[in-house]
């Protein structure tokens, strides 16, 4: 059964441009989750969604959103980047019913 | 405001010795306690986890305690390998309403030196 797999592993983008990353999450998983991981604020909430809508988010600007598509792949999105949203975005999927969260391995954003 | 904190952020452990990492919460809502490793280029992925209704879990080397009372809980590794160095991190979800969304403590890198 394959992974959690995230796309793009690794982006380089610059201050004021947006940037999208793509989350497919386990078969038959259809809640998947967000988050940003620095070395100064470790893991970090971003949203969550579950059959396309979003049922918890976190302490983030409006400058990050996410969505669900009806196979329960995601997307976030990130406008108007600042430096400080460099980070390993993680995303994670769990199968309802279950409390386990799998992580994929993260898609890696430089902001210069 | 840090909802899960974690110590210590270091840790080095000789092969075959404990590793000791323990975690504290402050939301009395949490019901679910899981421990993730990770290592270098690669996401989280669940050691243990534990509910609130036991006070200890044992998964082959690993051992979760958790105590209700003094919102604390740890994770032991025994006979501690050099494959066990990596980041662990505690954290804390409600799964009723929030089944999805965990709050992370800040992480413990852990060396085992052969």
């Known amino acids: 059964k394959a992974g959690v797999t995230q796309t793009p592993r690794y982006l380089i983008k610059t201050r004021g441009q947006q940037v999208t990353l793509s989350c497919s999450p386990i078969?038959?998983?259809?809640?998947v989750s967000w988050y940003q991981q620095t070395p100064g604020q470790g893991l970090q909430f971003l949203f969550e969604y579950f059959s396309e809508t979003q049922r918890n988010k976190g302490n983030f600007p409006g400058r990050f959103s996410g969505r669900q598509f009806s196979n329960s792949r995601s997307e976030m999105n990130v406008s108007t980047l600042e430096l400080g949203d460099s980070a390993l975005y993680l995303c994670?999927?769990?199968?309802?019913?279950?409390?386990?969260?799998?992580f994929g391995p993260g898609t890696r954003l430089t902001v210069l | 405001q840090q909802q899960v904190k974690q110590s210590p952020q270091s840790l080095i452990v000789q092969k075959g010795g404990i590793s000791i990492i323990n975690c504290a919460y402050e939301?009395?809502?949490?019901?679910?306690f899981p421990w993730y490793q990770q290592f270098p280029g690669k996401g989280p992925a669940l050691l243990i986890a534990i509910r609130p209704d036991v006070s200890e879990k044992k998964e082959g080397r690993f051992t979760i305690s958790f105590n209700k009372s003094a919102k604390q809980f740890s994770l032991h590794i025994m006979d501690s390998q050099p494959g066990d160095s990596a980041t662990y991190f505690c954290?804390?979800?409600?799964?009723?309403?929030?089944?999805?969304?965990?709050?992370f403590g800040d992480g413990t890198t852990l060396t085992v030196k052969p």
């Open positions: 939301n009395t809502a949490f019901d679910y």
């Open positions: 994670a999927s769990t199968l309802t019913g279950h409390n386990e969260q799998f």
């Open positions: 954290a804390a979800a409600t799964l009723e309403t929030n089944a999805g969304k965990s709050t």
């Open positions: 078969s038959g998983h259809r809640s």
